[in-house]
């Protein structure tokens, strides 16, 4: 399987990251777009289709980064329906091309597929009550100031997942950055239509680990787990 090459946020300039950031995950832009026909990808305009087609029950893991949680949890369960979601194009391209090679060896992970692009845009094509649970893990922290209006686990995230979550469906979420913990905290403040457990780190410890978990673990960050359920 040949994939198009394309440059890394740090081949550009400062106004040609800037540029890159906005733009990234969007459908439009997609360097999947030219070769269509990969297995494992799921493009834009087939996603409503696929999830009608769906017997399985639909997890989503967001920000899936190097798939490590998303294949471990898709080799645990396969009686679910995994997708990865992520708008980083190298993280996908490797993600699909190891998922082509296992299939190659025959250990074929039938039951997991990618999007690439952000996830407001997988959400874009989707019916209410589609899915049955999403995971968010470790998220960008995007320290500075000037860029936390680039973090994921927003007010606005929840608001726009909820209508599409199946009735009582949860939403994981867990970081290692204390001041991102806080952030979310702040977020739920006016949230409204979920019922959330701070204090739900046990069934958060059934789950295979992350790469950027592994990492925390040895810098001896804290673990901070939100578990939301839709009312
Ligand atoms: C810090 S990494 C964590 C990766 C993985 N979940 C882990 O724990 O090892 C965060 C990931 O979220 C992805 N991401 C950033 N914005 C996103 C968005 N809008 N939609 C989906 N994924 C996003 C990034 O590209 C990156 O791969």
């Not at 893990?137 to 936390?148: E, T, V």
Request: glycine content about 4%.
């Amino acid at each position: 399987m040949t994939l198009p090459k394309v440059k890394t946020p740090s081949d550009l300039t400062s106004e040609e990251r800037r540029e890159f950031f906005e733009k990234r995950g969007s459908p439009d832009t997609t360097p999947f777009k030219e070769k269509p026909g990969y297995k494992y990808l799921l493009q834009s305009e087939d996603i409503k289709s696929w999830v009608e087609t769906q017997t399985l029950p639909i997890f989503l893991d967001i920000g899936a980064g190097m798939g490590r949680f998303l294949m471990a949890e898709s080799e645990k369960h396969p009686d679910r329906s995994y997708v990865g979601i992520d708008p980083d194009y190298q993280c996908v391209k490797k993600n699909i091309t190891k998922l082509d090679n296992r299939e190659r060896r025959d250990v074929a992970l039938k039951n997991c597929r990618f999007f690439y692009g952000s996830v407001y845009h997988f959400f874009e094509q989707l019916e209410p009550k589609s899915i049955d649970l999403a995971y968010v893990n470790y998220p960008d922290p995007w320290f500075k100031k000037r860029h936390i209006k680039r973090r994921l686990v927003t007010e606005k995230f929840f608001n726009t997942i909820h209508p599409l979550l199946k009735d009582h469906s949860k939403v994981f979420v867990q970081t290692d950055i204390d001041d991102y913990a806080e952030f979310i905290l702040e977020e739920f403040e006016n949230l409204k239509g979920f019922d959330i457990n701070l204090k739900a780190i046990d069934q958060f410890e059934d789950l295979a680990g992350t790469l950027y978990q592994e990492k925390a673990v040895t810098k001896d960050h804290n673990r901070h787990c939100f578990l939301l359920q839709k009312q």
